[in-house]
């Protein structure tokens, strides 16, 4: 199974796009099951800006797609997962340092340490 993430934040130009090895992906399975579900309303995105990052799978049925993570929630289908620190958000962005340049990583990390 191929496991994209996508960095949801331009408009009009590719997003950034990078695959999980095998070992990122079996890292991100574990993450994902060891989140609590959280209960209120979904926090929509903005229409210009960061929008979180999406989790997706290409060629198998292990992960309902897409994933969204966005300011310390997971969005899993119609549930709702915590993400204290925002942990995994800051992870999966750090799996793609080949794919994001440094200066969006840096202005990323910035946003989630003042949030």
Known sequence: ???FVTLDI??????PRWTLDSAAASSLFKRLAALVTES??????????????LV???DGPRIETPIRIYRGTVYRGIARLA???RALERWLLATGKDAVPSELRDALRAEFDAR
């Open 1 to 3: 199974m191929t496991i």
């Open 10 to 15: 331009f408009s009009g130009r590719p997003n």
């Open 40 to 53: 209120g309303s979904r926090l929509e995105p903005p229409g210009l800006g960061y929008r979180g990052l």
């Open 56 to 58: 997706e799978s290409e």
């Open 83 to 85: 993400d204290p620190g």
